[in-house]
């Protein structure tokens, strides 16, 4: 088995939701000489994330550099949502300054990701910075999910002021919430 189709098998086996499957098989590829890749790694994150285990998708991403690869997107994006599904949301913030420190290009997944992070933090003020700073300076458009994630971090500190300005803002864009 290549690397191509050993990425295959486990992103089948993440969407089965079959994470342990995914796991046995990321474990299996780097124990033989199939030289285990980035994008190996992001399949059995992904895998693992699909079946509800952060803490598994956490340990693959962290091994990722220490194997002597480089994260991609990718692989910040399923590091971030991991520690934000796993409640870790301290962790998702830090993970996206870094990745800005290490002049990484962030994507809208990447920056959505930090603000519902924000957002679980109660940090209202950081998830409109986000919108309103970091996405501008990365030259990235605001999607409905961009919009609808500032306007929950909004409602959950019931700042709904701040949440209608971002509801006329994303009429204003032509997108429907």
């Known amino acids: 088995?290549?690397?191509?189709?050993?990425?295959q098998v486990i992103?089948?086996?993440?969407?089965?939701?079959?994470?342990?499957?995914?796991?046995t098989l990321l474990l299996q590829a780097t124990q033989l000489t199939?030289?285990?890749n980035?994008?190996?790694?992001?399949?059995?994150?992904?895998?693992?994330?699909?079946?509800?285990?952060?803490?598994?998708?956490?340990?693959?991403?962290?091994?990722?550099?220490?194997?002597?690869?480089v994260w991609d997107t990718v692989s910040w994006?399923?590091?971030?949502?991991?520690?934000?599904?796993?409640?870790?949301?301290?962790?998702?913030?830090?993970l996206f300054m870094s990745m800005l420190e290490q002049?990484?290009?962030?994507?809208i997944v990447t920056c959505n990701t930090a603000m519902k992070a924000a957002a679980s933090g109660q940090l209202w003020q950081h998830a409109l910075a986000l919108l309103a700073d970091e996405m501008p300076r990365c030259k990235l458009l605001p999607d409905v999910i961009t919009y609808n994630?500032?306007?929950?971090?909004?409602k959950?500190?019931?700042?709904?002021?701040?949440?209608?300005?971002?509801?006329a803002d994303m009429r204003n864009a032509a997108l429907l919430p």
């Open 1 to 7: 088995m290549d690397a191509r189709q050993c990425t």
């Open 11 to 23: 992103k089948k086996a993440g969407q089965s939701r079959c994470w342990t499957q995914a796991h």
């Open 34 to 36: 199939l030289q285990a």
């Open 38 to 69: 980035t994008i190996i790694y992001n399949a059995a994150v992904g895998a693992c994330m699909r079946g509800q285990q952060w803490r598994c998708s956490l340990d693959f991403a962290s091994s990722v550099p220490t194997r002597g690869l």
């Open 77 to 94: 994006n399923s590091a971030m949502y991991a520690h934000e599904r796993g409640n870790n949301w301290a962790c998702a913030l830090r």
């Open 103 to 107: 002049d990484q290009t962030p994507s």
């Open 149 to 154: 994630t500032a306007i929950s971090a909004c």
């Open 156 to 167: 959950e500190d019931q700042v709904w002021e701040w949440g209608l300005q971002l509801l």
